[in-house]
């Protein structure tokens, strides 16, 4: 009884709460400042200056697509959360108020543009789709598998114990069954894949994005269609990543590393706008965007070789250990032998690794680009380095080498292994270049 | 999207080698022995506490070997006061803060002042014992990459704080 009262009240208070908060929404613009007022007994106003936003994103949900409406939130320099937010309006309002906002809050003589000129990327319904296949499908399947294993556990209920029983006997833990671990495996596979494709559709689906004055701003989404506003201020650096699947593919995942938000709040996805371009001409086209691509104008420096030793340590122990172990415990001793091809690889891959790292330096900028099979890509101008760390291990010192961190408000880059003098100079070009630019993390 | 910064001949420069570090108080090695001892003597009980109670726990037939490997990082831990005492240093500069600390890796951080958001002094009761405080800068990096500059005394520390936030003002006048 109690239960089926509350099934009641429950979703009429709601919608009465509801009712009243759209009665009493207002939303003004008062000298310079946005202003949204609601509540009836518990009255909120929310007064947001123009020149504290940095950013008004609109999207459109499912829900409010067949109306016509929009989502407004507004974002200001103080914190990481939604500082305001206007939960629907006509969609045209939605924009022209947008631009207004947008045309106040800059305080400097700068107009922003609107996204009237040609977008910079674009995402055909093809490429969302591959970009969909060449996901890194492990984690997915390992989710698939846990959905798939407490499902299983359920069936007990619905089919009896006994033929749960007879299916773990005969086929899960049965380890002759090599077929049907195969079946399965193939099977998770394609769903995984599936769940990727179709995640990558509710995400990317329509992407296109364009640049103005002060910001990216780019438009996704097939459900809820989202317009993300990156403000060049909040960049802190650039990330570009491939695997080696996906470099045959010629595909590059873009980040866009944002800043953190204040001390102790949480780091949520929106630090972290990432999406893929589709040739390498296209992606040195943005580095270009952002500030230039570094590996054709300057010159590569390269880090010490003995890096390889310290990036081989760790994993050799662990491989010998996990093998020591592993043929103790069958009372082998040939399974001793499978290390040694292991560890030539890991060798072998590290040199490669090491030999291949290299990073570009000029005034403003440095690039880092390293990887084995795949690439990475990092590009920071120096006013955005908050400080600077340098570390030296006891070997190290010997070689007169060091590892080089540069703390930014959205997380760390290293230089490992380079020359200590290197590192000093890099250090007294940050600070002298952070002493003449002005405060950037907002 | 930014001018260029006009390019700064790297020699000019005063060379970070040249930096003259202050030292922190010396007592503040009897801080850390104080502090050290406690921690190590909470170790020790944790471990007693394990034995008294689960005395047949397999890992108590090797209490020789527990109990070395416990002196051992005793001794590690107070030769590494010492030796990290004497080369820990810090320099207040024109534009950054420099700070130098480490014994097995040593560590020279450097906070630009134009990007320090805010600094603090505070002391903990050990440090309160013999007139010490702590000077802690901020930035917008992430928190563990912070500075806490350990060791200084109280006037000292104030003076310090003061000194940034004068500074931090005049950067963003």
């Known amino acids: ?442 | 999207m930014e001018n260029l910064n006009p390019i700064i001949s790297i020699e000019d420069l005063p060379k970070i080698e040249e930096v003259e570090y202050q030292r922190l108080a010396k007592v503040y090695k009897r801080v850390r022995v104080v502090e050290t001892f406690a921690f190590l003597m909470a170790i020790l009980v944790g471990i007693l506490v394990l034995w008294y109670f689960f005395p047949k726990w397999g890992i108590f037939k090797h209490r020789y070997w527990i109990g070395g490997i416990w002196l051992a990082y005793a001794i590690y831990r107070y030769i590494s006061i010492y030796i990290q005492f004497s080369y820990t240093g810090y320099a207040l500069r024109d534009k950054d803060i420099i700070y130098r600390t480490g014994f097995l890796v040593r560590k020279v951080k450097s906070f630009p002042l134009s990007r320090i958001q805010h600094s603090s002094v505070q002391s903990n009761f050990i440090e309160r014992m013999f007139g010490l405080a702590s000077v802690s800068v901020f930035t917008a990096g992430n928190a563990s990459d912070d500075l806490v500059i350990r060791g200084i005394e109280t006037e000292t520390a104030e003076k310090i704080n003061q000194w940034v936030t004068q500074k931090i003002e005049e950067n963003d006048q």
Request: charged residues 20%; glycine residues 4%.
């Open chain 1, 1 to 442: 009884m109690m239960w089926e009262l509350l099934a009641i009240i429950y979703p009429l208070i709601t919608l009465i709460a509801a009712f009243i908060k759209l009665k009493t929404f207002k939303y003004y613009v008062l000298d310079q400042s946005l202003i949204i007022e609601f509540g009836l007994f518990k009255k909120e106003k929310i007064n947001i200056p123009f020149k504290k936003i940095t950013s008004v994103n609109i999207e459109e949900r499912f829900l409010h697509q067949p109306f016509n409406l929009g989502l407004m939130k507004i974002e200001t320099a103080g914190s990481n959360k939604t500082e305001g937010e206007i939960p629907s309006l006509e969609l045209n309002k939605a924009i022209a108020l947008k631009e207004y906002i947008l045309n106040h809050s800059v305080s400097d003589h700068q107009v922003v543009e609107t996204i009237e000129n040609p977008p910079l990327l674009r995402m055909s319904s093809k490429e969302v789709l591959i970009y969909g296949i060449t996901n890194n499908h492990l984690m997915t399947s390992i989710w698939v598998i846990g959905i798939a294993w407490v499902y299983f556990w359920r069936l007990r209920e619905v089919f009896g114990k006994e033929w749960v029983n007879n299916i773990t006997t005969n086929y899960i833990f049965h380890w002759q069954n090599l077929s049907f671990y195969l079946l399965f495996a193939m099977v998770v596979f394609i769903i995984a894949i599936f769940v990727s494709v179709i995640r990558n559709f509710l995400r990317f689906e329509g992407f296109t994005l364009y640049q103005d004055t002060l910001s990216y701003q780019y438009k996704a989404g097939l459900i809820d269609k989202r317009n993300h506003i990156i403000p060049y201020k909040k960049l802190q650096f650039l990330r570009v990543k491939t695997n080696w699947w996906r470099k045959k593919w010629n595909i590059y995942t873009i980040s866009l590393r944002q800043t953190q938000g204040g001390r102790g709040e949480k780091q949520n996805s929106k630090t972290e706008a990432s999406f893929p371009v589709f040739s390498k001409e296209r992606y040195i086209k943005f580095l270009n965007t952002y500030y230039k691509d570094l590996s054709e104008t300057s010159s590569a420096n390269k880090i010490h070789f003995s890096y390889w030793i310290r990036l081989s340590i760790f994993p050799i122990i662990i491989t010998f250990l996990a093998f020591i172990a592993f043929s103790w415990y069958y009372k082998t001793t040939w399974m001793l032998l499978g290390v040694i091809p292991i560890i030539l690889y890991q060798i072998i891959a590290n040199m490669i690794f090491v030999k291949k790292y290299r990073y570009f330096i000029n005034e403003d900028a440095l690039q880092i680009e390293s990887g084995l099979w795949g690439k990475k890509i990092e590009l920071i101008q120096w006013k955005n380095v908050q400080n600077v760390i340098i570390t030296q291990t006891i070997l190290q010192r010997r070689k007169n080498l060091c590892n080089i961190q540069l703390v930014t408000a959205s997380g760390l880059l290293r230089i490992p292994y380079l020359k200590y003098q290197d590192a000093l100079n890099v250090q007294h070009h940050i600070i002298m270049i952070t002493a003449q630019s002005s405060k950037s993390w907002n």
